[in-house]
């Protein structure tokens, strides 16, 4: 597989393209030059008829797992980050930081903590100390490091999702690991660059080689949950997860194992990550429906037709990644996260500055009834973080 040399190539786009894009980012900076001011105190996770909720609101008795310690909290400070490197507005690197400073309440806490500390301090402190040298910041994104660190399995050579028992069952999860963390492992990845330290990137490597061996399958397309044997680290069976059912194809899990492969390969250079994406994404290209909206599950019934937007944001972002680093597919790739951010501009965004949120119908699981074709933040954010990569201006957040 050949592959370019510079990740960071910026991509050339039709002139049509070119103002497409250029029309879409203004549309989103106005929209949250406005959005910000209403929410600058706020850590949102979700837009309820508009108006964002609040998971730093210590007022309201959210239970352990969906307040302070939400695993989508770092989104909002990453969507301040983004904007800020994009236009140079002080006021997003403010607000960014106030969410920032929230959440230093979870290391007291403890207990709530989890495998997607990645998500919540990249985002937010890493990006911090990325940008402006805040040694606060580099300080909080060691420390979840350090805990991200302290959840691997040596038995089974994986970082470990969630904490005691899954809540209405009987049976533990201290044997489960999932394709989400591959966005969590970057903590790693980061940390072994920032103090020159190899323990991180050797946990980080060896979890993502579990992965790559358990998660994907023959034809491509990816488990969400895998348990393995705690003690002996065997495989023991797959989990249908936020999919349709076990076997399925849960699509924004295929959309972590393109984009997270992709990451991972990119700071280690490890061939086997390159092909696990290549494998992920061609397998999610031939699948596609031919409106391209995507479903929650490429296998779920055709009723009730249940769509995530977010999975087609973060797919659009992985195949963007894909497009830098293999030239023989990179305008396949290329294309493909061009259409997809397309799709959702033209049908599935509210660019309104009076509405809180970006895309609709956005859906966490398939089974979930709280959660279906509704807005994320951190939907919003990918959806944001690879229109700028499409300009070449992001913030290698990962």
């Known amino acids: ?113 989890h495998h997607d500390v990645g998500f919540m301090w990249l985002p937010t402190a890493a990006a911090d100390w990325r940008l402006t040298k805040n040694p606060e910041s580099r300080k909080r994104a060691l420390l979840a490091a350090s805990l991200l660190a302290g959840r691997f399995n040596p038995a089974g050579k994986f970082i470990r999702a969630w904490n005691d028992n899954v809540p209405g069952q009987t049976e533990s999860n201290r044997g489960w690991a999932i394709i989400d963390c591959l966005f969590n492992i970057p903590l790693l990845y980061w940390a072994s660059e920032e103090i020159d330290d190899p323990r991180f990137k050797e946990i980080a490597m ?6 790559a061996e358990n998660f994907i399958r023959k034809d491509g397309s990816v488990r969400h949950i895998v348990e393995f044997d705690p003690v002996t ?60 909206h995507i479903p929650v599950d490429f296998d779920q019934p055709e009723d009730p037709h249940i769509e995530d937007s977010t999975a087609a944001a973060v797919a659009a972002g992985g195949f963007l990644e894909l497009s830098r680093m293999i030239p023989d597919r990179a305008e396949a790739y290329r294309n493909a996260g061009i259409r997809l951010l397309k799709t959702l501009a033209a049908d599935r965004c509210d660019f309104s500055p009076e509405i809180d949120g970006i895309l609709s119908r956005c859906t966490g699981s398939y089974h979930g009834e709280k959660d279906r074709e509704v807005n994320f933040v951190y939907a919003d954010y990918y959806f944001i973080e690879a229109l700028l990569k499409l300009k070449g201006c992001d913030v290698k957040i990962w």
Request: glycine share 8%.
């Open 1 to 113: 597989m050949t592959r370019s040399g510079e990740e960071n190539t910026v991509m050339h786009l039709s002139r049509e393209d070119q103002e497409w894009l250029d029309g879409t980012l203004d549309q989103i900076v106005k929209k949250m030059e406005a959005v910000r001011e209403r929410n600058a105190e706020k850590i949102p996770a979700v837009a309820v008829k508009g108006v964002y909720d609040d998971r730093a609101d210590q007022s309201i008795e959210w239970d352990m797992d969906n307040g302070i310690n939400w695993w989508t909290n770092g989104f909002w400070g990453g969507i301040m980050w983004q904007l800020y490197h994009y236009t140079g507005d002080q006021r997003y690197m403010e607000i960014a930081r106030i969410s920032e400073e929230k959440m230093d309440r979870c290391f007291s806490m403890y207990y709530g903590l």
């Open 233 to 292: 680290g065997e495989m023991v069976r797959e989990l249908g997860g936020q999919g349709y059912a076990e076997g399925t194809s849960w699509t924004r899990g295929q959309t972590w194992a393109i984009y997270g492969f992709a990451i991972s390969f990119r700071h280690t250079k490890k061939e086997s990550y390159l092909e696990a994406a290549k494998k992920a994404a061609d397998r999610f290209l031939s699948r596609i429906p031919a409106d391209w």
């Open 206 to 211: 060896l979890h993502a080689d579990t992965v």
